[in-house]
């Protein structure tokens, strides 16, 4: 297989979902700060692993993956491939846009005779 690119998360319960309920009616949520429930951190303690151990595999699963350098350099060619094919696109989207709205400002021309005339 020619993989570029890997994730690796812990199983996090999330609110409104059913492994969410199961969690809690087990009491194996051992925190409640909503900013670990990122699917980076272990938030409920399992059967055989404690969180921290869960956080060590998923360290060392990066670790393995990203170690090689092969990865590396189809990740930054990725980002090449990306910057390549999309900056373009936008760049000129957002050209056409600011000239779509410099356009009116550009077109009317400010009398300043007139302009004299209301202020005198």
Request: proline share 5%; glycine share 4%.
């Amino acid at each position: 297989m020619n993989i570029d690119i890997a994730q690796f998360s812990a199983l996090t319960p999330f609110p409104g979902t059913k492994f969410f309920q199961k969690m809690v009616k087990e009491n194996r949520i051992f925190t409640w700060d909503w900013k670990l429930f990122d699917g980076a951190h272990s938030v409920i303690t399992g059967d055989y692993l404690k969180p921290r151990e869960i956080q060590k595999m998923i360290l060392s699963a990066y670790v393995d993956f990203y170690r090689q350098g092969k990865q590396i350099s189809n990740v930054w060619g990725f980002i090449r491939k990306f910057v390549n094919t999309h900056v373009p696109f936008i760049n000129i989207y957002k050209e056409s846009y600011y000239q779509r709205r410099r356009a009116p400002l550009l077109t009317k021309k400010p009398n300043i005779l007139q302009q004299q005339r209301t202020f005198s």
